[in-house]
C-alpha cells in the first residue's frame, strides 16, 4: 500500500505548476501561464469541491476519534514508516527517505508534494521562497569555484553541476529577550624609567556589566543530514519575505522535514546567543589586559516558528570523502570547504619554483 502525493495543476491546460523564483508566481511550462498564491489555492479549493461532491456516496472511512487506540498507533507507525508514494501523473511508485517532503517522479520528471509530510506537527508556519532560479545558483558556483586556484577540475563538470538541487531546508528560527551579568577583572599598566632603573605600576579593577539582549529570527536548522556550520555560513537571511506555509511553494524543489526538535536546538540555540552578549559586553571593557572573566547567563522569554528556508545544495564525492556547498537561495552567499587537487598544486609550486629561479639566474645575468 502506498501514500498519496499532491500536485498543483494549471487552471487552463491542467499541467502541472512550479513555482517560478524569477516571477515569484507559479507558472506552466506547457501554455506559459502565471498564476498568483491566491489564483492557485481558489482554483484547488473548487477542484476539491467538486471531487468532494462527485465522491459523496464513497465508503465512509472512519476519523481519527472513531478509531481505537490500537488502530490509531498502527496508523502512525505506518505513516512514520511508509517511504512509497503514488505519482498522480503516471501512477509510478515513488520511494524516499522517511524526511523527505517533496520530490520529483523517476519516470515522467513532474513535481510531487508527499503529502503527511507537511502536515500536522511537521507543518511549516512560514516558507521562505527561493529568490532565483537553477541557472543563476549554477553561474554563482560556477564564478566561486573558478576562482579556487587548486580546486579540482571535475567540481565544475557537467555531470557534477546536475547534482545542484533546490532544497528547501526545516529550520527552527528562535525569538529571544536574554541577559548576562559579567565579572571581570582587568589591569592597567604605567611604565616609567628613573635613573637607572625602570619601574612598572599595576593597577588593577574589577568590572561589572549587567545587559540585556533581545534577539529576533535565530536560526537552527532542523536536519541531521546537513553540517550546522554550512547553514550558519550563508546566513542571513531576509524573514520580511517569508510568506503563510503554501504547499504550493514546494512544487519544483526538494524539501526536507525536520528530524531534530526544538528542545534539542535550545543549547545551540543559546550558545550563539550568550556568546554574543558576551562579545557586546567585552566592547564595553576598555582596559590594557583581562585577567579573567566570568559570566552569568539567563533566557527570558523564548519563542520559535517552525519555517521552511531555500537553500541550492550540492555534494562532491572527491577521493572518497563528500564535500558539500550551499548556496543561500535568496541572497546568493555560498559558502562550502573546496578538497585540493595535488596534481594542481604539484604543478603550481613548480611554476613558482622556476619563475622565482628564473628571476634570480636572470638577474645575475644582467649584472655580470
Known sequence: MSNSAKQFHCPNCNADLKFSPDVQKFTCEYCRSEF????????????????????QGADHIPPEDELSQEEINERTAFEEESRLYSCPSCGAEIVSDENTAASFCYYCHNPVILKGRVDGQYKPSMVLPFAFNRDKAVDIFKTWAKGKLFAPNNLTSSMQIEKLTGLYVPFWVANSSTSSHVEAYCENYRHWTQGDYRYTETSQYKVERDITVNYEGIPADGSRKIEDALMESIEPFDYKQAKPFNMAYLSGFFADKYDVDKERMLPRIKERMFANNKDIANG??????????HQNDKVNTLSWRYMLLPVWFMTFNY????????????TGKIAGQLPVSFTKLIIGCLTAGLAVAGIIFGGGYFFR
Open 319 to 330: 577521493e572518497g570523502k563528500v564535500w558539500e556547498y550551499a548556496i543561500n537561495g535568496q
Open 36 to 55: 498568483t498564491e491566491k489564483q492557485v489555492n481558489d482554483y484547488m479549493k473548487k477542484q476539491q469541491e467538486i471531487y468532494d461532491e462527485y465522491f
Open 284 to 293: 564595553t571593557i576598555h582596559y590594557q589586559a583581562v585577567k579573567s572573566l
